[in-house]
């Protein structure tokens, strides 16, 4: 007679509030046990259950038994002289994905990745590069906010480091709809990490029918990453424009903006110099962007190695804010940090590790463009 296998232990970083006071309900405990439990984990970044002094050991052992914390391991970190912090982050099966800090005076925002490496195949992205893997589980993805934290000393001297989480790393957050939301949740739930729905940003490259999912799922901001004002521009940019068009994209924001009437939507823009950054270009996009409640981003591009796109210059940036500020649509230029690491989103995971096909093609014609030249 064989013997069965150890029951898997439950990781408490997967649960949401609701389903951890209802696993506390199944094995004979209070309710309130989520709670303490929850402010443990995120409130101090308490990984083992001997350091949660105010329970039972009873009750600790009981959880050692059942239960596990796991969390991504540091695989490597870089700090730039702005104090910009990038790490690549360990997952299951072998995977790592990049998490970022970067503090400003008034605010700390950690972009945190959805999936191992990304299929939309954007141009300009360095995660393109390396295709798709899998998407992230629930704790791979708030376990990123809660290395992050424990890293920073996140709550320190009653001042939170952590003020803003933008989903706008590694991957189309939106193709791993149910694991990112449920990990958005935690990061707003008060025993969570308590912030604001306005202060948790998701970033869609444009899955239009999932615009609408989100709307009736998860009250958060919304980015998007547009990147060009016209169709056929952005067909090569952004494939995913082929099958959701700007006009049907545009409909989509519309219709999210309106269930969320006193907040307006952000379109991010990468400036790439020669390809998008033209007057024109800007006067076309004063159009586009009057449609909806509209807040731009314009980006300047971080290059990677292999990449065929340069950044615009600092002149055509401030011409191209200008003209479209003018036109009444409020356009910042985000700040270039980290130049002195690995910039580029997916640039320093991948020198990590990174094994898939699209990487080793990318690869190879580097080195036919060395060889050839």
């Keep these: 007679m064989t013997e069965s296998a150890?029951?898997?232990?439950?990781?408490?970083l997967d649960l949401s509030r609701r389903e951890m006071e209802a696993f506390f309900l199944s094995i004979g405990e209070k309710r309130f046990r989520a709670e303490q439990i929850m402010k443990w984990l995120y409130h101090r970044q308490v990984a083992d259950f001997d350091g949660?002094?105010?329970?039972?050991?009873?009750?600790?052992?009981?959880?050692?038994?059942?239960?596990?914390?796991?969390?991504?391991?540091i695989m490597h970190e870089q700090q730039s002289a702005d104090g910009t912090c990038k790490w690549v982050l360990g997952l299951s099966g072998g995977n790592a994905v990049e998490t970022v800090y970067i503090p400003e005076p008034n605010r700390g925002t950690l972009c945190v990745s959805s999936q191992v490496g990304c299929g939309l195949n954007c141009r300009f992205c360095s995660t393109a590069t390396q295709g798709f893997n899998r998407n992230l589980s629930t704790w791979e993805i708030i376990g990123q906010v809660w290395v992050a934290a424990k890293q920073l000393n996140h709550q320190q001297n009653g001042m939170r480091r952590i003020t803003n989480v933008v989903m706008m790393g590694m991957g189309e957050p939106l193709l791993n709809f149910d694991n990112v939301c449920s990990a958005m949740d935690l990061m707003r739930d008060d025993l969570g990490f308590g912030l604001a729905n306005k202060r948790v940003t998701l970033s869609t490259a444009g899955l239009v029918p999932m615009i609408d999912a989100l709307s009736e799922r998860c009250d958060v901001s919304l980015a998007v990453s547009l990147h060009a004002p016209i169709d056929e521009m952005r067909d090569h940019l952004v494939p995913l424009n082929k099958k959701y068009p700007i006009e049907l994209l545009m409909a989509a924001c519309q219709r999210y903006q309106a269930k969320r009437p006193r907040s307006s939507i952000t379109f991010e823009y990468t400036m790439m110099k020669g390809v998008n950054d033209t007057p024109e270009l800007a006067k076309k996009l004063v159009k586009l962007l009057r449609k909806v409640p509209s807040k731009l981003n314009l980006i300047p591009f971080n290059p990677f190695p292999g990449t065929e796109y340069e950044r615009s210059d600092p002149e055509v940036i401030a011409r191209f804010q200008k003209i479209v500020y003018d036109g009444g649509i409020m356009t910042t230029v985000r700040r270039t940090r980290g130049d002195d690491i690995d910039a580029a989103c997916g640039q320093l995971v991948g020198k990590v590790m990174d094994r898939t096909r699209r990487r080793r093609e990318h690869e190879a014609k580097l080195k036919e463009q060395a060889d050839a030249a």
């Design 6 to 12: 150890p029951a898997k232990k439950v990781n408490l």
């Design 52 to 73: 949660m002094t105010d329970l039972g050991k009873k009750l600790r052992t009981l959880l050692d038994e059942k239960c596990e914390i796991r969390v991504p391991t």
